[in-house]
């Protein structure tokens, strides 16, 4: 091998050969910190899980939901037309809706009706097209402390439909959380 051979097949292999081994580390002085940024909340207590359910037949929309508020129990019913036509509902007393709470078992454990006393005579709820009407009941405080342990679902219908919409009575659920976090370092000083 010629001179010229043998330092053109050298220079590349040992370029190779450093390029490969580890360079010496560097002592300096300096410091770190580390550092953690929150990019979630945590939460203690309880958190109350509000509750929904709805249906659609013919042209109307019908939406439950149901709330716990300041310890009482508030259930909305809201029925929507969805057609171009005003919709009539034919009662056959002054009652449009009512609400029932339930037990695991299906026991009665309230009802919205209960005790009240309704005209009987034949009445009318119209929606207008596009529209809707809302439905309200509340169980105060004392009432539904009552039944709270017992209680498992909520019932709402307009009287004389074909339909009835249920849904879960609201529950608690534990609010802690582990927070998310973002951990990194910062170094002050030289290599």
């Not at 091998?1 to 292999?13: A, E, F, G, V």
């Not at 509750?51 to 508020?69: G, R, S």
């Not at 929507?80 to 919709?87: E, F, G, R, W």
């Not at 007393?93 to 005209?119: E, N, P």
Request: aromatic share 8%.
């Amino acid at each position: 091998m010629s001179k010229k051979q043998l330092k053109n097949y050298l220079i590349p292999t040992m370029l190779l050969a450093l390029m490969a081994m580890p360079l010496p580390a560097h002592a300096g002085f300096g410091t770190g910190i580390g550092v953690t940024f929150p990019i979630s909340g945590s939460s203690s207590g309880e958190r109350i899980s509000n509750t929904y359910a709805a249906l659609e037949y013919d042209v109307l929309t019908e939406e439950l939901n149901i709330m716990e508020k300041h310890g009482r129990l508030v259930m909305e019913f809201k029925i929507s037309n969805t057609s171009d036509k005003p919709y009539t509902i034919q009662q056959k007393t002054g009652q449009v809706y009512d609400f029932i709470i339930s037990d695991k078992h299906g026991r009665k454990l309230w009802q919205w009706s209960d005790g009240m006393a309704f005209t009987q005579a034949l009445t009318n709820t119209v929606i207008p097209p596009h529209d809707f009407i809302v439905h309200k009941a509340e169980l105060e405080g004392k009432d539904y402390r009552k039944i709270k342990e017992q209680a498992v679902v909520v019932t709402t219908w307009l009287l004389n439909t074909p339909c009835r919409l249920t849904a879960k009575v609201p529950t608690h659920t534990a609010a802690t959380t582990t927070p998310i976090l973002i951990h990194g370092g910062v170094i002050f000083g030289h290599r």
